[in-house]
């Protein structure tokens, strides 16, 4: 079946340092991905969809400048967490639509990334 | 924007017994799906019911989806110790901002030995 692989799958920084994740559809073109954050014990929350050769689409409350999100090919699409603050220590779960999806078949996850800043 | 609502929040039952987990929606959609979460991992896809759907059943799982309420339940039948996790609804929609899939709240389902 297809696969999402995200990179790296734990990531432990300092206050400020500039973290990016990796998300990339193995064996299907994505035209559209999604990054999700999940808290704690919490449900996965929406952040933007990643758009293939444009500008992603955040949702309400998601800082632009804060995670920059860039889907330069049909396979990868990148969130960087910029001047991470310990707030943002999170999961970050990325996903990816195929050919079809979302009627036919549902998104590929990715394993997911475990944000800690120190 | 909407949001499901999944109950119980947490179910504790015994190896051998029956898991009934329920997610409730607001908007319309094309379909709705379950997943599974192992504590610290990604979603794992288990079964999607379209909305023309009414039930669905794969293995020991059984889907229900009631278009009417709004509303969908998972069953899981003679529940192992294995399948202790996190589960969550999502419901995919097509509106004016393009596709999208919003999850439920989820249930942490602990199955004891």
């Known amino acids: 079946g297809a696969v999402v692989s995200q990179h790296p799958s734990r990531v432990i920084c300092k206050s400020g340092t500039s973290v990016k994740i990796e998300c990339r559809s193995l064996?299907?073109?994505?035209?559209?991905m999604f990054w999700y954050r999940q808290f704690p014990k919490k449900s996965l929350m929406l952040m933007a969809t990643?758009?293939?050769?444009?500008?992603?689409?955040?949702e309400q409350g998601v800082e632009k400048d804060k995670f920059l999100i860039n889907h330069a090919s049909l396979t990868l699409s990148t969130l960087t967490v910029t001047s991470a603050h310990p707030e943002d220590s999170s999961f970050y779960i990325c996903s990816a639509l195929s050919p079809g999806g979302g009627i036919i078949e549902p998104q590929h996850f990715g394993d997911g990334t475990r944000l800690s800043i120190l | 924007s909407q949001q499901g609502e999944e109950d119980p929040q947490a179910l504790s039952i015994q190896e051998g017994e029956n898991a009934t987990m329920n997610c409730s929606y607001k908007t319309s959609i094309n379909n709705l799906q379950w997943y599974r979460q192992n504590s610290g991992r990604g979603l794992v896809h288990l079964i999607l019911?379209?909305?023309?759907?009414r039930e669905k059943h794969s293995g020991r799982l059984r889907v229900t989806l009631d278009t009417s309420k709004k509303s969908s339940s998972l069953l899981i039948t003679a529940s192992r110790a294995a399948d202790t996790a996190s589960y969550f609804c999502?419901?995919?929609?097509?509106?004016?901002?393009?596709?999208?899939?919003?999850f439920g709240a989820g249930t942490r389902l602990f199955v004891k030995a």
């Open positions: 990643s758009n293939e050769g444009s500008k992603a689409t955040y």
């Open positions: 019911i379209r909305s023309n759907e």
């Open positions: 064996d299907f073109q994505a035209t559209t």
């Open positions: 999502a419901t995919d929609a097509t509106g004016t901002g393009g596709f999208k899939t919003i």
